[in-house]
């Protein structure tokens, strides 16, 4: 028995030995497959082990838990190695996602399809190539994952920033409103009220950042080969020559996208048209290199092309004509002309004296010597002008000249209406902050300085800060030198601090201050009807919620005529101290809005329009009011905007100006009326002109004459070039003149 215990315990021991050789014969078999994966083999491990048992252990231990382990890895890694994307179809695909998201959150989902899809995307693609170039330079691709990141973000923002500008400004962004950062300060709370309300648009617009950064192991960082290289480049340079012959088509036409990349830059049209990539790039190319369609201006051409009143035609014997004269000053272009040298100034010398000009009529000089109140009303539109809400501003509308078909065009928010009311020139967004909130232009037609060149004492108050967007400095320019406003003097008056203040505290705290002159022009900028209109953001609709709560509309709506209900006051105000002081009779008050108030959703608008206006056209529809207790009601029903106020006050007023030296034209002439806008879409007596689409809708039973489209688009390019020229050559400095 003790020989038999021993046995085993011996058998045991070899056992025990042979499992601890196998053991250590597999951790070395296990390292060596580690490197060198493919050597794995039945047969080595014959060669290794000398046990039966061992051996077919082990073999069962390799092929069960070493080989197919290690061959899948391999293979898995080599796959993805070998399936990374490149950059230039990533990149391609995140822009044009971002690009048709932004169409889509701006125009809506039916619309995108209007626009040139096509042309956007063979664009984006010599973009694509140039940032995935860039992206893949240098030897590392933590660097250049690092770059691509930084890029891809900066677009996303980029694209933010452009949706939430047209949100709150209703304005598209283009770099050199960069120089408006106290505009865009002072609506900081109303931004982030837009974020939210958009907040899933924006998130909308993070998502291809959020992918790439998810999924960038299978995006290739690697430094640029010659085999991608050459593909980036044959992208890069095929693309372009493509663009160029499927653009060329459409050279001849006014808003084509050719023309718009070689000529006519228009920031709204090219985003409208193209899309937000290729538009930064035209902005771009706009500042650093400027177009050369300031040398290649067309002939003046007048809207009316029947021949009715203002022909070109030598033998018109229209009697219209032969009993007014001109609203022209004595200017000797043929001088002009002989002695200019520089090519720009010389195109517009000629263009003017091909420019006949509107006529003088009926109307002209009926105020004459009268005193003149005009209040620029912020966001006033005619559907906050009520009978039952608004009686006074109601009043005023219908007794005076009534311009039944008046727009104001959105064009930077109040400072572009502000400038196109001042100074009867298209808002050129560019030339607002470069020219014309540094006051280094000479407006010798400016308001202040026509009246006052007559003998009126001119004045103009304003219930918000002085110095903001720097109309302290522009309406010196225009000859307001005093100008009492928040931290000029009108804080110690009254309470400026509340958002907004109120219109008619600012009336009756400052009329003791012209009331008692001889004649005087007093230029009232109203500031109550600002948006948001809501009661907790907005002061003055929170103190006239009451006359407005029970009226069965939306919150929205309500808040506008609660807001508008304080411009009604002041007007009053104004109506009361003018009678009280026996100063009505000989006194004209002009109220002209800057804009609509596009921050409120169109449904709103509708709510309160007497028909259903579109977020492109008519949702500018609008009222002027020109009024004098004297005068009889008059309907002018012709089509007319923000340009025309200033030429029509001076023919009213008898004042001699130059009406070829303004875009707008006195309404109250024979000329045809025409309203353009950011986009050079038009409205005129004809119907209306859609640029981004080229549509034309006619207004019912009016026949258009053969190629008027095509003429008042010449016209709309004109007049929108030339003003831009005016104020980027200081034009007026340029000429002498006689009245």
Request: glycine letters at 4%.
């Amino acid at each position: 028995m003790a020989k038999s215990k021993h046995k085993t315990k011996k058998n045991n021991s070899n056992i025990n030995y042979t499992r601890n050789s196998e053991q250590i014969t597999n951790k070395q078999d296990k390292e060596k497959q580690l490197k060198e994966p493919n050597l794995v083999s039945s047969k080595m491990h014959t060669e290794n082990i000398t046990s039966n048992y061992h051996v077919t252990t082990s073999e069962k231990y390799v092929k069960k838990n070493s080989k197919p382990l290690i061959i899948q890895s391999s293979f898995s890694k080599e796959k993805i190695k070998k399936n990374k994307f490149s950059l230039l179809p990533t990149t391609f695909l995140i822009i044009a996602f971002l690009e048709m998201f932004y169409k889509i959150s701006i125009f809506g989902f039916k619309n995108i399809f209007k626009t040139n899809t096509l042309i956007l995307l063979i664009l984006l693609l010599p973009i694509s190539s140039i940032i995935a170039t860039i992206s893949t330079l240098t030897k590392s691709p933590k660097r250049n994952k690092i770059i691509y990141f930084i890029i891809i973000f900066l677009i996303t923002i980029f694209f933010n920033i452009a949706l939430i500008f047209k949100k709150v400004f209703n304005t598209y962004f283009c770099l050199s409103l960069f120089g408006l950062t106290d505009q865009a300060v002072a609506f900081t709370g109303t931004a982030i009220i837009e974020i939210f309300k958009n907040i899933t648009n924006i998130i909308g617009l993070f998502i291809p950042f959020i992918t790439i950064i998810v999924t960038n192991k299978y995006l290739s960082f690697n430094r640029l080969d010659k085999k991608n290289g050459a593909l980036n480049f044959l992208v890069l340079f095929l693309s372009i020559p493509l663009f160029e012959i499927i653009t060329y088509q459409s050279k001849n036409q006014e808003n084509s996208i050719y023309n718009l990349f070689n000529t006519n830059y228009n920031n709204a049209l090219n985003i409208e048209k193209v899309g937000i990539i290729p538009g930064l790039y035209l902005d771009i190319k706009e500042l650093l290199f400027k177009y050369d369609s300031k040398t290649t201006l067309e002939q003046p051409l007048n809207p009316d092309i029947t021949n009715d009143n203002h022909s070109n035609n030598d033998t018109n014997e229209d009697p219209v004509e032969n009993k007014y004269t001109y609203n022209n000053l004595n200017i000797d272009f043929d001088k002009l002309i002989n002695n200019e040298k520089n090519k720009t100034l010389l195109s517009m010398h000629k263009y003017f004296k091909k420019d006949e000009g509107t006529l003088k009529n009926e109307y002209t000089g009926l105020f004459k010597d009268k005193n003149l109140i005009i209040i620029m009303a912020e966001s006033l539109n005619t559907i906050g002008i009520r009978e039952d809400v608004t009686p006074t501003l109601y009043k005023l509308a219908t007794t005076g000249f009534n311009f039944t078909n008046f727009y104001t065009p959105v064009n930077l928010s109040t400072i572009g209406g502000e400038f196109q009311n001042l100074t009867g020139l298209f808002a050129n967004l560019n030339d607002l902050n470069k020219y014309f909130r540094k006051g280094t232009n000479y407006f010798p037609f400016g308001l202040g300085h026509v009246f006052k060149n007559r003998g009126y004492d001119v004045k103009a108050y304003h219930a918000n800060d002085a110095y903001f967007q720097n109309r302290n400095t522009y309406l010196k320019t225009m000859g307001f030198d005093y100008f009492k406003a928040k931290n000029t003097g009108l804080e110690k008056l009254m309470d400026c601090n509340t958002w907004p203040s109120s219109d008619d505290d600012m009336v009756k705290v400052t009329s003791n201050e012209w009331i008692n002159s001889s004649k005087f022009l007093t230029y009232y900028v109203s500031v109550s009807s600002h948006m948001p209109y809501n009661r907790n953001g907005n002061a003055i609709v929170s103190k006239n919620w009451q006359l407005v709560k029970d009226m069965n509309l939306s919150e929205e709506a309500k808040g506008y005529l609660a807001s508008v209900i304080e411009l009604d006051k002041a007007v009053a105000s104004l109506i009361e101290i003018l009678e009280e002081n026996n100063k009505l009779d000989d006194t004209v008050i002009a109220i002209i809005p800057d804009h609509y108030p596009y921050s409120m959703d169109i449904n709103s608008i509708n709510e309160l329009s007497t028909y259903k206006r579109d977020e492109t056209v008519e949702v500018n529809h609008n009222s002027l009011i020109i009024w004098n207790n004297n005068t009889p009601s008059v309907t002018i029903n012709k089509t007319a905007s923000q340009l025309d106020f200033l030429p029509t006050i001076y023919n009213l007023f008898g004042i001699s100006y130059d009406s070829r030296l303004f875009m707008g034209k006195d309404i109250l002439s024979s000329t045809p009326g025409l309203v353009f806008f950011q986009n050079k879409s038009w409205v005129s007596d004809y119907g209306t002109y859609y640029a981004n689409i080229g549509k034309f809708v006619a207004k019912k039973d009016v026949e258009v004459p053969d190629s008027y489209v095509s003429n008042i688009n010449k016209i709309v390019a004109n007049r929108i070039n030339m003003s831009k020229l005016i104020i980027e050559n200081n034009y007026y400095a340029k000429i002498d003149y006689k009245e």
